[in-house]
């Protein structure tokens, strides 16, 4: 006889119910009037329990072990040190699952191997060993953890010593309700615990109001960020109001670097959407009228409304893709093509400026086609194009309520994000404000130079520092100006200073940390996080 599968056992304990349970029926009215008849009456009755209870068991087996399935980690390559990156979460509705096991599927998209738990299991060997991890939790009540999360917040606030885990990169996905005063509270307790062990973050944490799907694309495309694989289908489209591009300015001509421009946006659907300082601009990107030709010619159609539906999609290039769609009609191909997927943005302005500014670089993809979104923005759509973008609350990286000095450290297109809190601070003509910016050579990659420096002549701006890192033979960096002005930083913030990083997160981000550790100490940085005093916007 061939081995039991769960299934097969179900149905045979379903039989065996049913007929216990059809015994007893039959059998009822004629063994109640009988001692002997009540004692087998009880029997089966005990039997229909048993196998009830039987069936409970295995079903419930039957669906953990499915649930093992999905968590396993599948179809991905893992790290050079070959350990798959590590999600972990902690759900009380079943989202934060729901979530966490969406992040592995985009990142196995992406070649990733991935390892997805419940908090609950996580031990320290599970945090040790991994080079990578995600955390997606959620927070009940007034800042709780969820039920089943409920040991491992106790193993966070154990006085017991821990172990470093200096080796570790992390994200956290914080799920909340900003109607609670305690938002997000065990999603910033968990990345707090696991800063203090010296565990470093891969970007700052995204918090997520009521299932916000803008927040939810902001970590989609941090996802896309790690794994390399930022073509992947939004999962929620933005809903994206019209603007025109009004301006399209070269900031850096005869760079060594690739091209980058000022653009002005100018909102075509009014009333326009209201932002402040810190905020961001997701973006709908267009393929090029090349593209979309050269793909319809592959295929033989034709037709301008099926063209300017094919500008938003993502359009295969293999041959081999392109066969497994010949003879499809338009519809057919628009439902088998996905959608492009946006890009972010940080604003450079204010609303009281009149447009919506940025400073895009424009990026290569793999096969030195221009970037999906730097491409549209800086190359294919014309001047006085309409552009489809979408404002988004970025509170992470608001100004300080107070007037508190604000140091400012950024590189590159980072200096957007960083230039709109300067423009804020000068109309409330707070001028306790510090720049510390990169870029490659002073001669052609000083953004915005006059502003700046009528900021500065205008007392607006009370220090500057500059680091073109190639303008000598010892490449200069920001965070080498951090070092050299490292008094002069913990006077700033001994008198209240905030820190605000806007820029590349490989290179910059780190150094930046790493020369705040070195010249703050690991515990006043981490507290400053915790006050709201260093805030990052890097990508």
């Known amino acids: 006889m061939g081995k039991l599968t769960s299934s097969t056992s179900l149905q045979w304990l379903a039989v065996l119910a049913a007929a216990a349970l059809a015994g007893w029926g039959a059998a009822r009215g004629q063994l109640s009037n009988s001692a002997h008849g009540r004692w087998l009456l009880a029997a089966l009755v005990a039997l229909a329990y048993l196998v009830f209870c039987a069936v409970t068991v295995l079903k419930h087996k039957r669906r953990q072990r499915e649930q093992e399935r999905l968590w396993a980690a599948a179809d991905g390559a893992a790290a050079d040190d070959g350990i798959p990156l590590l999600i972990a979460f902690a759900s009380q509705t079943g989202f934060a699952e729901q979530l966490a096991l969406q992040s592995a599927h985009s990142l196995r998209k992406g070649g990733m191997a991935v390892r997805v738990l419940p908090l609950a299991r996580v031990g320290e060997d599970d945090l040790r060993s991994a080079r990578q991890a995600l955390f997606v939790i959620s927070t009940t009540g007034e800042g709780d953890a969820p039920d089943a999360a409920a040991g491992f917040a106790r193993r966070m606030a154990s006085a017991q010593a821990q172990a470093s885990l200096a080796d570790l990169r992390f994200g956290v996905l914080a799920l909340g309700d900003r109607s609670y005063e305690r938002y997000c509270a065990f999603g910033h307790a968990l990345e707090n615990w696991l ?34 694989h930022s073509d ?100 057919a191909l628009l439902a088998r093509l996905a959608p492009l997927p946006h890009r972010e943005y940080s604003i450079a302005s204010l609303p009281g400026d009149g447009s919506l500014d940025l400073l895009v670089r424009r990026m290569r993809q793999a096969d030195g086609r221009p970037g999906i979104g730097s491409g549209w923005l800086t190359l294919h759509a014309p001047p006085g194009a309409e552009i489809a973008a979408r404002v988004r609350a970025n509170s992470g990286f608001h100004a300080p309520p107070d007037d508190v000095p604000l140091i400012l450290i950024g590189n590159g297109t980072g200096l957007a994000g960083l230039r709109a809190h300067l423009r804020a601070r000068a109309a409330a003509g707070r001028g306790r404000n510090w720049l510390v910016f990169g870029e490659r050579s002073r001669a052609h990659d000083y953004f915005h130079r006059e502003e700046i420096e009528a900021w500065q002549a205008q007392g607006l701006l009370e220090r500057l520092d500059l680091a073109f890192s190639r303008d000598q033979a010892r490449r200069v960096y920001v965070q080498d100006k951090l070092r050299e002005a490292a008094d002069t930083l913990r006077a700033w913030v001994a008198q209240g200073a905030c820190i605000y990083v806007c820029g590349s997160l490989q290179g910059m981000a780190a150094g930046v940390a790493d020369a705040l550790r070195e010249i703050l100490g690991e515990d006043a940085l981490i507290a400053l996080s915790e006050q709201g005093r260093y805030r990052r916007d890097v990508y």
């Open 195 to 228: 800063r203090r062990r010296h565990a470093q973050p891969l970007f700052d944490p995204v918090e997520v109001d009521n299932g916000d799907e803008g927040a939810l694309r902001h970590w989609q495309h941090q996802l896309g960020v790690l794994s390399g």
């Open 232 to 331: 992947d289908a939004d999962w929620s489209a933005p809903s994206y109001s019209r603007w025109r591009l009004a301006e399209r300015r070269l900031l850096n001509p005869g760079s060594a670097g690739d091209p980058a421009f000022h653009l002005a946006l100018t909102p075509l659907d009014l009333p326009a959407p209201a932002w402040q300082a810190g905020d961001i601009v997701e973006i709908g990107p267009r393929n090029s009228d090349v593209e979309v030709r050269q793909f319809m010619q592959g295929l033989s159609l034709s037709g301008l409304p099926l063209a300017q539906a094919l500008a938003g999609r993502m359009l295969p290039r293999a041959a081999g893709e392109l066969d497994d769609l010949r003879g499809l009609d338009g519809e």
